[in-house]
């Protein structure tokens, strides 16, 4: 029978690399939780409308990468390609408009969109992101953009650089959308099939087209940051001015518009100088909640790719330390393997990470295997032992022994 291997484009993630995701994941959630922020955990999959009308439907993720499907009801449903949408539904659904504004969230799910598979890019894939809701202050957006950085800075990955736009609002996005046809118009025959559906409906996606040739149309193009009105202008200049004010070293990119339509104004873009890959982006959305159903409410918010991160943290950081066992207990025969239970059990209590036989392996056998697990310490607990009600405990690393009470409390002061 042939064996059932992992479906084109999910990785396993094994022991050996899961304990280095859990360090930096803590990591980013202490910076996180250290601005304000709480986790939230939605649903995997979503009405599939949630992510037409959020993430917009003349998008690359709704046009080609969503995974749809109708359920045993006939309802569409899609794994979620990204977070914020279904965190903004969560918001309303849950009445967090209620709460104090701005309402700080903060996520690390698994997403999907059906993808090329390559190098850096999966069909899972895993995001860290924040979202906050309630304020249109360019403060908001400086703090975000400041929180971004911080990420980086605590995970020891140099190199990286910020760059930022802005987008603009619907009010002056309407003119500048009139230039940028003029503009496509002339040479619309020569783009690909989806930047001609896109024409009409919204033309500023085609400015996020992959295809060479599109890119290649697109040079010299109007900028949205050259047709901004006054209150986007003004915002941009107290987000511009802010940054510099606090020493945050940032290029003004007008190529960025991200490639999910809720976003309004800022957007921003945090690239690895190496690669020229883009490890985190983000921007505020004025637009999403209201156009989930609530009132007008401002947000700003962000996103990183785990999977990348990661390759970033390993390739500039010392090697993190796997947990290894505090303990390990030796032990042959009924009685003393009752005895090793016991004391297992009330160490493992106390904190204390303790390994012990559940092989039935032989004395020899048992310290090879202690060995290969790295613990630090290892006690024997034999016929000897339990008739002194004393145990040797021994160093791996020293070699080491000590004497102590065949005691939870007395082992605890020798190991710690």
Known sequence: MDMIQKPKGTKDLLPEDSYKWQFVERKVAKVLENYGFKEIRVPVF???????????????????EMYTFDDKGGRSITLRPEG??????????????????????????????????????????HQIGAELIGSSSYLADVDT??????????????????????IGCPKC??????????????????YCDTCKTRFEKNPMRILDCKEKKCKELNVGAPMMIDYLCEECKEHFENVKSALSSANVEFEIDSSIVRGLD?????????????????????????????????????????????????ELFEATNEQVQENVPDLYIVSCGDKENI??????????????????DIMERSFKAQF???DKLNCKNVIVIGEDELTSGKVKVKNMATGEEVEAELAPEAIINIIK
């Open 46 to 64: 979503e009405y599939t409308e949630l992510f037409q009308r959020g993430v917009g439907e003349t998008t690359d993720v709704v046009q080609k």
């Open 368 to 370: 090879k295997y202690a």
């Open 173 to 190: 996005r309407s003119e500048y959308q009139k230039k940028l046809r003029e503009f496509i118009g002339k040479n619309l025959d020569s």
């Open 145 to 166: 953009i400041l929180m971004a950085k911080s990420i980086f800075n605590t995970l020891n990955i140099p190199n990286i650089k910020l760059n930022i736009n802005s």
């Open 262 to 310: 809720y976003y309004t104004k800022t957007v921003f873009e945090f690239i690895d100088d190496k690669t020229g890959l883009t490890v985190l982006g983000g921007g505020r959305y004025d637009g999403l909640v209201e156009e989930f159903g609530g009132a007008p409410t401002p947000a700003v918010g962000f996103a990183t790719g785990v999977e990348r991160v990661m």
């Open 84 to 125: 914020t949408a279904g965190a903004v539904r969560a918001y309303l659904e849950n009445g967090m408009a209620s709460k104090p504004s701005p309402v700080k969230l903060y996520y690390n799910m698994a997403m999907y969109r059906y993808e090329n598979v390559q190098k850096g890019r999966l069909r899972e894939f």
């Open 339 to 356: 005895k090793a239970i016991e004391i297992a059990k009330n160490l493992r209590k106390a904190g204390v990470y303790v390994e012990k």
